[in-house]
């Protein structure tokens, strides 16, 4: 499946007496680029630019599913959700798991994403995601509880800057040998997975200031 990709909602429609363009919406607020289901979701799909796909789901929870989107992406899957209706409406219970989604994505949706597997690996509960499309940019995923220290290796030069995407907050960090050593400080937020930005030296770095 294309990897943009990475989450899918699949709509279990039982009537046609539905809000599509609600249902298609919603899906683009919290920053679903494809959906499944009736080809009544068609028109909707085209207005919110989201790809109308055929996919069967499962079923997920408030409580488990940011644990699995991460996890599908570690392993280069996407996550196709089973979104149940009722009366045309979503159901209270995958509300619930959508608001999780949205709040969760809302802060971490663009390195979730844009991202791909990176060959750099982290000596903690976590692993290393790549920017598909601007490759000096890697988002480390950790499982909370937070450790005081983490360990980057396979690096082949010192990153500019280090820190967490919420919030931009700076992290110290040193760099020796191909590892990054990196300092956590608490996030502010309580996610059961947190994401950190390390930014490598970029191709603008090299422009020299004009003046005139």
Known sequence: MNPDFAIVLNFKLNTDNVNADALVKKARDIGVRAISGSDILQKAADKYTIKLVNQDGVDLSADDVIDALVQNRKNGKSTVINIHLQDGKIS???????????????????????????????????????????????????????????????????????????????????????????????????FEWQVLRIQAHRPEDDIAETKF
């Open 92 to 190: 209270p219970k995958d509300e619930e798991m959508l608001e999780v989604i949205n709040k969760w994505m809302h802060m971490f949706g663009h390195a979730f994403n844009e991202s791909e597997i990176s060959e750099l690996t982290v000596d903690q509960d976590g692993f290393v995601l790549q920017n598909r499309h601007a490759v000096y940019q890697k988002y480390v995923f950790l499982k909370s509880p937070l450790p005081e220290k983490i360990t980057i290796s396979g690096l082949s030069q010192e990153p500019n800057r280090v820190e967490w995407i919420q919030n931009r907050t700076d992290l110290k960090f040193g760099f020796e040998d191909n590892e990054l050593s990196i300092a956590l400080t608490q996030p502010e937020d309580d």
